[in-house]
């Protein structure tokens, strides 16, 4: 049964990834996000705008030099929802680890 305080569009890992990245910078080049994440270029398209729709990440559009590219933000909403998400994975851990007998290791 799903704790309460998890996040339903974080449950997938790839999406889960792909914030947890961001979190470390302020604008990620997308073609670093895709490397990082060992994803396709459609395969992360697909995951941010899903991210985006929830409102997680902003997407900025532009060029260096002629080339284009993408630059994805970890919005403070987005930020809220991860540090909550992981808070409440880090609830499980200690829960385990007391109905395991504590921290003898």
Known sequence: MPHADFDPVLLDPTRLTIVSLLAGVQW??????????????????????????HGYVEVR?????NRPRTWVHLSDGGRTALETHAAALQRIVEEARRTAGGDDG
């Not at 080049?29 to 490397?35: D, I, L, R, Y």
């Not at 559009?61 to 030099?65: D, E, T």
């Open 61 to 65: 559009k532009g060029y260096v030099g």
């Open 28 to 53: 990620a080049e997308f073609g670093w996000v895709k490397e990082s994440a060992g994803l396709s270029p459609s395969a992360l398209s697909k995951q941010i705008s899903t991210l985006q729709s």
